[in-house]
């Protein structure tokens, strides 16, 4: 009859028993590792060094789209607010002139942070009857545009009109331009020497029939 195996005899013969991986093996697995983690690293700094100049170029138009619409909404208000000073006759002396109007007027109402240097204004007065010719003296002779205002202040028109009379203002502003995409599309013009782009407002009106006395622009 044949004894049953004795355990012990099984255990010094080895079987069952996990076998060990050698020295060798675990350090080739840790080599492995560490050049996986170096080269996923170096990677991660290409893609950062691809992603990063898109990043900025994006960051840069947001910025200069921003200040674009910024400038517009100020100017806007800026602008209404001055025909309203005019059509209700409630310029002061210090607006007799463009500079003074300017200065006094328009750039009272700006927004602050924004420069009084990069305003550029146009004010016009006509009336319906007689040589006044209406608003038409506005329109270019094609009749497909406006006729051009010069963004030169020493050139511009200035007339508040009389009670009655229609005006028409136009109140620019330089924004600076610092965008390679909007400098790329020629989208910029060189203003006093640096690129800007003009934000532009109007306001068609006429002057309520004041009684007390305006200033005289000499129009």
């Given at each position: ?89 409630a310029l002061t002396d210090t607006a007799s ?123």
């Amino acid at each position: 009859m044949a004894r049953p195996s004795d355990p012990r005899h099984q255990n010094s013969i080895g079987f069952g028993t996990p076998m060990s991986c050698p020295t060798s093996c675990g350090a080739q697995k840790t080599g492995c590792l560490s050049r996986f983690r170096r080269s996923s690293g170096g990677a991660t700094a290409v893609e950062f060094a691809l992603v990063m100049p898109l990043f900025i170029l994006v960051f840069i138009e947001i910025l200069q789209g921003g200040l674009y619409v910024f400038c517009y909404a100020a100017l806007e208000k800026a602008t209404a607010d001055s025909s309203r000073t005019i059509m209700i006759g409630a310029l002061t002396d210090t607006a007799s002139t463009a500079n003074g109007f300017r200065s006094a007027v328009v750039c009272r109402n700006l927004i602050a942070g924004l420069s009084c240097g990069n305003i550029v204004t146009s004010l016009q007065t006509t009336t319906l009857a007689g040589s006044g010719g209406g608003y038409s003296v506005f329109v270019s002779p094609d009749e497909k545009s406006l006729v051009p205002v010069p963004m030169d202040n020493a050139q511009t028109a200035y007339c508040t009109g009389a009670p009655g009379t229609y005006g028409y203002i136009q109140v620019f502003y330089a924004v600076p331009v610092f965008s390679p995409v909007w400098i790329a599309l020629k989208l910029n013009t060189t203003w006093n020497g640096t690129s800007v782009v003009f934000a532009r407002a109007a306001v068609a009106f006429r002057n309520e029939p004041f009684t007390t006395a305006s200033v005289s622009t000499g129009c």
